[in-house]
């Protein structure tokens, strides 16, 4: 059977984030979070839950620490809870909730496992929301704060630090398009939030050096590549804008220390902008973003579609079949990944990349005999290993690989209703139930290789996941 194997010392992991497994709401001092409150407004959550439980994992961690040790990862990413360490945002720190946290890391290190931590995947202090949130400049400096706080704490431990998860998902969906906490529906606010997220970047990643020189830090973004629905003009354009407004809008700023010229004036045509000059951007706030980083994190799940809808106005449109589509409405694209590690490569020379997540949500219930046969989910790993296996051969300066996610989560707006992770989670008693996936991703990790055909190999063997 043909095998593509990955480079050796290349890192296999599975990624997590504190508000989607946690639970532990009110336990150790935690503090509210955005999405605590914003879990509370009706209609905000597709299923009306609430992510107070969540996978229990702040009190089954030790198991979950089992089941990667089960799959041989190299690594796992995790964030964590802002609210954990500064419940009200900024003053003392919990130390509790640090607490935590270290014996989490001592446990994977135990374990053989690097952590990986994010420091910010969207569960900002609620009292920090009440002073303005992210768009407020004062959110950027308690980011700092933060940081220090955690990195002092673990950092004899921890080697690479990410500073932030997707940031175009904190600012446009929190802020602009009221999909996520906070909810709000304000374009202007939402760009003073990127803004802000991205300052705290660069003034997190500048001080957590100057705190521990051997440090490395990073920065995790979400990516997609954005293809004309035809070759026409206006449908070019229309794709064009949606790789300014989504991909370009982080990355120029990062590794050109520059808003993207073309975007800031699509934003200025949507009254969103005054003008070219950005009211929010002070003298040194560009240099301070563009600080040069140790590795990008890329988040890869799709790509879009886009054309000129009637009005002129940029829309995105699905692609028709024969293609298939995650339970997220997603289309199952791999080569999107190969083009999106290449294209980061080529345009931004990053020096060092890992994928930061990729999965897919199915919902497959487990069969009479208790066996959950993701087969889908398996031929989308599959096939996003071999896009990113080609990217690799192309040049880029992948290191490792996270697949989101260890387990069934909190998926935000969407509350339990959609599925990525290997493990099921049963409500009851939270036990955690492999599914297929989970052993043929064991394959893959062990092998530091994909077979040439989408098939769990081993699916019997579930006894290596008994925690
Ligand atoms: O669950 C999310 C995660 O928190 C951030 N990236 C995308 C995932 C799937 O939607």
Redesign the pocket.
Known sequence: MSQTTFPAGFLWGVAT?AQ?IEGGRHEGGRGESIWDRFATVPGKIADGTRPDVSCDHYHLWRKDIELMKGLGLGAYRFSISWPRIFPTGRGPANSAGLDFYEALVDGLLEAGLEPFPTLY??DLPQALQDGGGWASRDTAMAFVEYSLAVTRRLGDRVRRWTTH??PW?AATLGYEEGHHAPGHLDPAEGLRAAHHLLLSHGWAAAAIRRQDPAAEVGIVL?HSPAHAATDSPADRDAARWFDGFFNRWYLDPIFRGAYPADAVADRVARGQLPGPELPFVRDGDLAAISTPLDFVGV?Y?SRVVMKAGPDGLPVAVPPLPPQTFTD?GWEVYPDGLRETLVRIHRDYAPRRMYIA?N?A?YDDPAGPDGRIRDTRRIGYLHGHLLAARSAIAEGAPLAGYFL??LLD?F??GFGFT?K?GIFAVDPQDGRRLPKDSAHWYRDVVTANAVTGTPTASSQGESRAFDA
């Open positions: 984030s989607q995947h969207w998860n997707e998902c979400i988040n799940y997220m997540e999965g949500a989101w996610s989560n998926e935000w959609k990525f």
